[in-house]
């Protein structure tokens, strides 16, 4: 099988249609029930242990869109030929990185255009790997997306490559990794959110992501010690919580920002790795040799 691109917001776009001189709530609904069954069936099909969750995060991402809006984006969407991108992206990917062994299907959808975080922060563009089955990729042709999706792809395959060395599975409301059956902790998550951005920026390194470099030096110095002492816990709402930030007591893309700095300091002290190299790697041993220490305040 291989790794498959499907440009699945023409079905998106095919349910607008559809969708069209009905009340805006039932089109809505009509839309919303539509993308279920099909994303159903794609996460079905390619034998996913996340269904439930993929399904939830297409209608979620989604949102209530305008239906004469969600085409005219669709449409744009379609002269970008985001699917030509997104092989281009992978085979750069796979070049650095091969992984014959990996198979996986990249869902092309549509995205809210009324969200601020995609639209804004995300430049149109928000990845989301499933195990190592299905990568799901939002859209919405807001300025620069097209350069922004290269740059996902490759840190949404960094992920996928670790998920398919790092197999994890639901159990008691956590994910557990299926070969030490060990919960996955913040630690854990952080790690890979910065592998991962490590290796789209070797691929993509004209590539500025924000969320990589959110927090000044004394703002990182301060949330520090919060973040230190829960590296350990395996909440997934928490470990949320210190990846994005709270818009109270910790500040936006803290884990982000934090892990890639860890991930920075390990390839600065081991010169002869590579982020590909530490796709392989625990996060634990990354963490142990990065030397990490936040910055003076």
Avoid at 39 to 51: D, E, G, L, Y
Avoid at 97 to 125: F, T, W, Y
Avoid at 154 to 168: D, G, S
Avoid at 248 to 268: A, E, H, K
């Amino acid at each position: 099988m291989g790794l498959t691109v499907t440009p699945a917001y023409r079905v998106v776009a095919k349910f607008a249609r559809g969708a069209r001189g009905l009340p805006r709530e039932d089109g809505i609904d009509y839309l919303e029930r539509n993308l279920r069954a099909y994303i159903h069936h794609q996460f079905s099909s390619s034998q996913t242990v996340f269904p439930e969750l993929g399904e939830r995060s297409a209608v979620s991402q989604l949102g209530d869109p305008e239906v004469e809006a969600l085409t005219r984006a669709l449409d744009a969407l379609e002269e970008g030929d985001p699917k030509y991108l997104v092989e281009e992206a992978l085979a750069l990917s796979t070049a650095t990185l091969p992984r014959p062994d990996l198979n996986a299907r990249i869902l092309l959808l549509p995205g809210d255009g009324e969200s601020r975080v995609l639209v804004q922060q995300m430049k149109g563009v928000l990845g989301v790997s499933f195990g190592s089955q299905v990568m799901v990729l939002f859209l919405w042709p807001a300025d620069g997306w097209q350069e922004w999706l290269a740059y996902t792809v490759a840190h949404e395959y960094a992920h996928l490559v670790r998920n398919h060395l790092f197999p994890r599975a639901h159990a008691g409301g956590k994910l557990i990794y299926v070969k030490t059956q060990e919960p996955e902790t913040l630690l854990d998550a952080m790690i890979a959110e910065g592998v991962g951005d490590a290796f789209a920026n070797y691929q993509y390194p004209s590539m500025k992501p924000p969320w990589a470099q959110a927090l000044h030096p004394s703002v990182e110095a301060g949330v520090w010690p919060k973040v230190h002492r829960r590296l350990g816990i395996s909440d997934p709402t928490e470990i949320r919580r210190i990846l994005f930030g709270d818009n109270d007591r910790i500040p936006q893309w803290t884990g982000y920002t934090i892990g890639y700095r860890i991930v920075r300091g390990y390839l600065q002290k081991n010169p002869s790795s590579t982020p590909s190299n530490l796709v392989s790697i625990p996060g634990r041993s990354i963490f142990e040799a990065s030397g990490y220490t936040p910055p003076e305040a």
